[in-house]
């Protein structure tokens, strides 16, 4: 029951001081790396190839994980339950989506240069304010984490300062996300309504559709889930990372021994809520479209539930586990559509009465218990 | 401290709100003749005396759409055409009827109102004949004739004497088309046959159809009958009738004394003809009296328009109250186990979801008896979510209690399990569940202003519900050990209350309640394995919002919730509203996290 | 995350707004007059029961004062006002003449230099002692200054003396959830020495300890004051006597008698609803 403490020396060896952290870092560059060469050097029909398809599959799970890292950021870390989180997903993903949409230009199905297909057939004449600007891509980069961030900020400063905690705070986040879904699928936001954004062409000038472009979009997301990962984790070795667990624990002594708790609250959850963003932005382009479904209450809980199968409060568990449901979602829904829920619901009652700590807890179970019988 | 004491303004509240209950249902069953839905004897109408064994009774449809008292049309079939019959010398009654055959529809209107005018023994069912669409025309020479289909053939009628006229193939006649405008003539022209009834109740009904479409002949026919007519409320409405047809023919003075006869009347009729006024006279006539007119109709027009918006704003709050009550009901189930336990069940929705589709399954059981169905789903639903409730708390909710965060996860998967059951058993489409006869249609107190029936037995149903389980948790020994449980676990047990068995049946409790919202709700939309779903987040905030472990705090805010949905609607939309509601709500929650009502003392203060 | 400091103040929303008497951040109490906490008139009902009746109360600077009175004389509660976890109905409390305690919440409280320490022992239970210590360390309380901290070797030292003086230094990367009762009330202690604070509130400081650390904990608080000002508030009546110069005894949300320990255990009325029994 020890723990090293590591709060001198490096940055570096502190933020990677433990082994689990350490080995999904190496195992993420070692990922983002080989996948790309298995992509474009090896020869389709070798042992080492990997489909176009595949590329574009993990590369989405390299996007859940960054969701989950966020999530697991608050939860894990903080004790804050966000059951909303996709919302911030969906605002990243949306920011990133009108700036693909502006890409279009005069190839959609109307040939308006300036406004998007779905505005044409509204009859719309003009192009919305919020619209303005999204043709550039360091603006609309500026908003993906801009518009996530404002909104956790406003939403997490109002309800922290009252101190709505727990199963409040879920319910409300969930109640948000809801709300926002209901929001876009109306036309009149001007959001693509129910079709949400898609028939995207290009990204920075490169055809979305080029194997080159999918591999960078790739690239990115290893890239993306790396330094989220990183920022994390120089969060929580941190000595605030310790105010956020001290938060967790006792939150009332936390108050008393003189930090502000609702500030820091505020602050996690907005970095969080950015993260999220980011990760909603990487997933837009290499699925090719967003819409309001993005938003629906069942994927915030869902992207909990990665976070719990892999093991809270680890950071790399909650990436661990949101490839491992989805891995597994892609297979049961592929192989026994019927079973997919059960399974999901299985997993969920399974993982909170028999898995408190998630794989990683497990792992480490397991590995107490070897330990113990070599001596013998 | 007492979670669930009655607190006065609650007390208050369920005073006003029995009272609003009794004045619905006295008045509801005051106006039951006026329901539109034909009422269930409706259909069982004997064919009237005159009808030969071989003609088919009247039909229902013969009654105009429109018509909101035509349900006894049948019933009152002419007995007196008889009486009339003298005066028809010299009208050429079968040469009006041949000239059906090739009338086009302004021609048509005329004929049938000649011949409600002179009437012959059998003109009752020539009418019915015609609204049914029964009437046809050979084609070689124009004649017409009443016919039956039979197969590929028609069995042929006289129009006159309803001898039969032998049989022909369908592909030499032509029917004898009607359109919307002249099926209301023709009931018009059925009633004015009836003025004459023996029942007072059937000629007033008679006057009432004819009003919807008096023409000059009609009037006449009605100024005629005015004379003989000995009930009260039948010249009442002959007077209204005539009046009504006044403003639109009379000459000024009768006009305007029509507008004076008729003021209080806020028909859709009246008003549509002062409206008409309006617009016809210009607004600066140079004539004295057309302006003296003018400004008679503007006056009512306005009277009208006020009661118009007071019956809105009525209406209006009918329908918040109405969605209130779904949501109090879909609400206080988890008001108890929420509110009580502190446990968070995201599988409620799916407990209402179960208890709609036990109403579905009573009615596939009892075929034949939608209504008896519905009642025995009631005690159905209950007992089928208690135990699927119970069952979740056995085997799951207990391993978790002190844990609420992982509570909700593990129950969110069980309502993933029970929606995929429900598809896999049940397919994913949505089943439709039927209405019983007293839930549907419209219940009407006046010209303005009428309720859904549905809406107003919801209503009094989740109040009864509310009601029941206040009784239950301060009258039965039940209810004494929850609240002592939900206000000191720890010292209940110490006092001998087995807590793990009273949770239990909380549980089984509030899960029950959630499967009669279901039956419930399985009247109001389509029963589906996302049924559930569209209200976990409605009821949390209804919980939420009245402060939890107060069941009155329940049942004000979810009827408050409903009633400022329905007035933002109109101005916003219905997703608007709802968004606006639910902002509102997360801004309320974050201003006072406990609610309207909370829980005060220092028991509270640790939760 | 710094804000304006007008902005800052209506961030709280328990907070009057009432910028004159705002004293300004990190300000210490003026104790000049001797007297390190007012307490005046405070009313605090639950549901009409009052758990405190106009209790009125001063400590002064330097002071060691114990507070003693049966269960639901109010003791906790009033501990709850000081620190800005209750508001009171009424009444006035500053911490020196400069600090309007009624104004702040706990942490602007604890920041002004009010230590808490709680009945049930309240450590964080999964950080190592060490860190409990670095955590509760008086200095930056905001976020980024919180976020690039690192210990300076003085700190170090610092943490290092007090686990020794709390005799925890064997134990310093145990996690706090793994030390038995007293250790943690110690670790307490501890957390609330790093805090440096002008007043320190103890509430029953020596439940569950044995014989051996009720000595030590005595000599430590004992040693204390003088520095600060110390109020301890405890059943035990051998542990209040041996430390005790001053007794503060509070029956029914007020004060039934004060002075020192003899006069206390003679005072009739003292003896009637609390020694007596």
Known sequence: ?376 | MDRFRTTGAARRLIAILVVLGIAFATTAAMAKGDTTGDPPSAGAATPDAQSTPDTPAPAQSATPPVSPAAGDDDAAAPSATDDTAPENEGFDYAGTVAALGEANYPEKRRIVSALASHPQAHTAELLAAFADNRLVARESDGKVFVAEENGNDYDLRDPITFEPAGRASTRDFDPVRTNIGLRQNIGAAQAQLKLSAEDAETRLAAVETMSEKLDDNAADAMRAHRASETDDDVLEAIDRALAINDLNTGDNDAKLAAIERLSGDNSQMVYNRLKNMLILIPEDTADADQARLRAAAAEQVERIDWWRTVYDYLETLFFGLSLGSILVLAGIGLAITFGVMGVINMAHGELIMLGAYTAFVMQQLLPGHIGLALVLAVPAAFIVSGLVGILIERSIVQWLYGRPLETLLATFGVSLFLQQLVRSVFTPLNRSVASPEWMSGLIRFNDLFALTANRLVILAFSMAVFAALILVMQKTSLGLKVRAVSQNRDMARAMGIRTQRLDALTFGLGSGVAGIAGVALSQLTNVGPNLGQSYIIDSFMVVVFGGVGNLWGTLVSGLSLGVLTKFIEPQTGAVLAKIIVLIFLILFIQRRPRGLFPQKGRTAEGS | MKKPALLESFSDRSRVFDFVNRPAAGAKPDVRHGTVLYVEDITVSFDGFKALDALTLYVNAGELRCIIGPNGAGKTTMMDVITGKTRPDAGRAWFGQNIDLLTLDEPRVAQAGIGRKFQKPTVFENHTVHENLELAMAGARSVWPVLFARLSGEQSAHIDETLELIGLAERRHTLAGALSHGQKQWLEIGMLLMQEPELLLVDEPVAGMTPQEVERTAELLVRLAGKRSVVVVEHDMEFVRSIARTVTVLHEGRVLAEGSMDKIQNDPKVVEVYLGE
């Open chain 1, 1 to 376: 029951m020890t723990r090293t403490h590591a709060n001198h020396g490096p940055v570096l060896t502190r933020m990677l001081g433990d082994t689990g952290s350490l080995i999904f870092v190496v195992v993420l560059i070692a990922l983002t790396v080989a996948i790309p060469l298995c992509n474009l050097v090896a020869e389709p029909g070798s042992a080492l190839h990997v489909s176009n398809f595949t590329v574009a599959l993990i590369g989405k799970y390299l996007t859940y994980a960054l969701l989950a890292v966020a999530l697991d950021l608050i939860w894990g870390y903080c004790g804050i339950l966000s059951l909303g989180h996709t919302a911030f997903f969906g605002l990243g993903g949306y920011a990133m989506g009108m700036y693909l949409m502006r890409q279009i230009g005069d190839r959609g199905v109307y040939g308006n240069p300036v406004l998007p297909d779905f505005m044409v057939f509204l009859n719309w004449d003009t192009l919305p304010w919020y619209w303005h600007g999204m043709d550039i891509f360091a603006v609309a980069m500026a908003m993906v984490v801009f518009v996530p961030g404002l909104l956790a900020l406003v939403f997490g400063w109002l309800a922290f300062r009252s101190r709505v905690t727990g199963v409040y705070f879920a319910i409300i986040t969930q109640a948000m996300t809801y709300a926002l879904m209901l929001a876009f699928f109306r036309n009149e936001m001007g959001f693509g309504g129910n079709n949400g954004l898609t028939d995207f062409k290009d990204i920075l000038g490169y055809s979305l559709s080029s194997d080159g472009t999918r591999v960078a979009l790739f690239v990115a997301s290893g890239v993306g889930l790396l330094i989220g990962f990183l920022i994390a984790r120089f969060i929580v070795t941190s000595r605030a990372g310790r105010v956020l667990e001290a938060i967790r624990d006792a939150e009332s002594r936390t108050r008393f021994t003189g930090y502000r708790v609702e500030l820091y609250k505020v602050w996690i959850f907005t970095i969080s809520a950015m993260l999220a963003g980011v990760a909603g932005a990487l997933y837009v382009p290499q699925v090719g479209i967003i819409n309001p479904s993005e938003f629906s209450p069942i994927a915030s809980i869902e992207a909990v539930v990665w976070v719990a199968v892999g093991g809270r409060g680890t950071l790399y568990g909650a990436a661990l586990g949101a490839g491992v449901v989805n891995f597994a979602k892609t297979w049961l829904t592929g192989a026994f559509p019927e079973i997919w829920p059960y399974a999901l619901g299985a997993l969920f009652v399974a993982v909170t009465l028999f898995l408190p700590k998630g794989i990683v807890g497990l792992v480490s179970q397991l590995r107490r218990q070897i330990r113990r019988k070599e001596p013998s």
